[in-house]
């Protein structure tokens, strides 16, 4: 089973205990399940930025402001997240695996996410919040950046392709090798 950061998931409850809701309908308002609404109470789960993001508009308070709540680590310290504790996720199609490396406190501003692609996978996002830019940087083989479907631009040999994400774009790998890559989403606040 994931962990997540206790304190997450102790803010979460005192805020919904706060505004008077039980489980069942803080699931209701936010379209999350109450088992997995529990799971991140009790540091079990840890939730993606979407999952997140649905909680805490149901709450009516900013994820900035929650993770702030969190946050009573020393000046000086060091974390360690293990590979279960770090959020995955897979692409539609299957071809493309994200792995969400970026604190809780920093996803409203930016989220960097480490991406795999298997031969002919692809990415494929609706537009972002308008003013958000991707930045994707290229570790190994070769991918294709598809704007609007009709703008498209290749990356290869390290490269980086900055790109407005406010418009529907595809990452893509159409070749025969594997590739990795790590993309940093930042958002116009």
Wanted: hydrophobic residues 35%; charged residues 20%.
């Amino acid at each position: 089973m994931e962990r997540s950061t206790p304190n997450l998931g102790a803010a979460l409850k005192q805020e919904r205990k706060q505004q008077g809701y039980n489980l069942a309908q803080l699931s209701e308002q936010c379209g999350v399940s109450r088992s997995m609404l529990s799971e991140i109470e009790r540091g079990n789960a840890n939730p993606t930025f979407t999952t997140l993001w649905n909680i805490t508009q149901a709450l009516g308070v900013s994820i900035d402001e929650l993770a702030s709540r969190c946050d009573n680590r020393p000046l000086e310290f060091i974390e360690y997240l293990s590979g279960q504790q770090t959020p995955k996720m897979v692409s539609d199609d299957g071809g493309c695996q994200l792995r969400a490396l970026n604190p809780l406190s920093t996803a409203t501003q930016f989220e960097w996410y480490e991406l795999v692609f298997e031969p002919g996978g692809a990415l494929h996002s609706e537009p972002h919040a308008m003013g958000t830019v991707e930045h994707l940087s290229l570790v190994e083989g070769e991918l294709k950046v598809r704007l609007n479907k009709d703008l498209e631009q290749t990356i290869e040999d390290l490269g980086t392709l900055r790109y407005p994400a406010d418009v529907s774009h595809s990452i893509i790998n159409d070749g025969n090798c594997p590739a990795r890559a790590f993309l940093v989403l930042q958002r116009d606040n």
